[in-house]
């Protein structure tokens, strides 16, 4: 029977169907990322190993595996952990899940926008520290997003899942920026197209849907981040190192931007000095696509493409490796 191992404990329903199809399944027991060592160790003979965000694989991963190895099931949507050139070397099938976290991830990016322009877990922080001693008329004045402009870097699934909520729900004005035009949604949610700059120039809100690749790293550097408005926010739910995170912590320090709403870090699972002192900022442990519902498709969906791969079917959700 093919082996597969999982790297870390996921939610039920992948390895459930898993174990049905007669695998030999085995989950990590660490509560934790295995320590390189082990994890070389442990997929040893693997078939398919189902991975996650914070596992590397790349050709020494896949030579300790073994010849055999036919699949690594990316547990995530992003890929940035994953050698492609190494897996098409050796014509091993990556997937990934997407569709399955899009509404998720979208969610978490809007929720940000009003955490962080309402000031909400400063504010929740201040009850809590017992300082609420009666209502005042200049206590905690953030701002609205009626009349504000949305800035979108990236128009993938996500970014266009944000965009239909934010035109459907707040009739919120929207430009985007992304390596392709998308007229189809441009006209749906009436996105105006422009680029990089201007969008950084004319928005109220910026949130960052581009996948990690090198092509995006410090794609909103120091630079950029000066043509941002003084009243501006920035949210970041994508991948850490697409903002330079210490220029960030400058540019947050020195007033050049509002605010900042990050799930991501550029040396997860660390932050840039300075980031956590700063009131202006609020700060989530990567939990974009962290709902119950999610994370059991996303276990699902990874259980199939290895299930598929292994019965010699198509995967369902590959990554193009080459
Ligand atoms: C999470 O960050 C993902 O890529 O799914
Ligand atoms: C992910 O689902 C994306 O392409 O934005």
């Known amino acids: 029977m093919p082996k597969v191992f999982v790297t870390r404990q996921i939610p039920e329903a992948g390895i459930k169907i898993l174990r049905e199809k007669g695998f030999e399944v085995e989950v990590s027991e660490v509560d934790g990322v295995l320590p390189r060592e082990v994890l070389l160790q442990k997929v ?16 020494e991963l896949m030579d300790a595996a073994g010849p055999q190895l036919k699949v690594i099931a990316n547990y995530a949507v992003g890929y940035d952990n994953i050698n492609l050139a190494d897996a098409a070397s050796r ?63 990236g128009l993938g699934r996500i970014g266009g899942a944000v965009a239909k909520r934010m035109a459907e729900g707040f009739g919120t004005k929207i430009l985007y920026y992304d390596a392709k035009r998308n007229e189809e949604l441009e006209k749906k949610y009436n996105l105006q197209f422009v680029d990089l ?11 960052i849907h581009v996948p990690m690749m090198p092509e995006t790293r ?8 000066k ?6 926010y920035l949210i970041n739910t994508a991948r850490g190192p ?3 995170e ?18 991501v870090y550029e040396e997860e ?12 900022t609020v700060l989530l442990p990567h939990i974009a696509s962290a709902t119950e519902e999610t994370r059991s498709a996303m276990s699902e969906l990874a259980a199939k493409n290895i299930i598929a791969v292994l019965e010699g079917e198509p995967a369902i959700t590959p990554v193009k490796t080459a």
């Open 44 to 59: 040893k003979g693997a078939d398919a190993i189902l991975s996650l965000l914070t596992d590397k694989m790349d050709a």
């Open 91 to 153: 014509k091993i099938i990556i997937t990934n899940t997407p569709d399955v976290l899009t509404e998720s991830v979208a969610e978490l990016a809007i929720a940000l926008i009003f955490a962080i322009s309402r000031r909400v877990v400063e504010a929740d922080q201040f009850m809590r520290d017992g300082k609420y001693h009666g209502w005042g008329p200049m206590m905690f004045l953030g701002n609205d997003l009626v009349g504000k402009t949305l800035g979108l870097v």
């Open 197 to 207: 700059d201007i969008l950084l120039k004319e928005s109220d809100f910026i949130s």
């Open 218 to 225: 410090h794609l909103i550097n120091a630079e950029k981040l």
């Open 227 to 232: 043509m941002m408005k003084k009243t501006a």
């Open 242 to 244: 697409i903002v330079d």
């Open 246 to 263: 210490a220029a960030l912590v400058e540019a947050l320090k020195a007033g050049e931007i509002k605010g900042a709403a990050l799930d």
């Open 269 to 280: 699972p660390k932050m840039a000095e300075g980031l956590a002192q700063l009131p202006n």
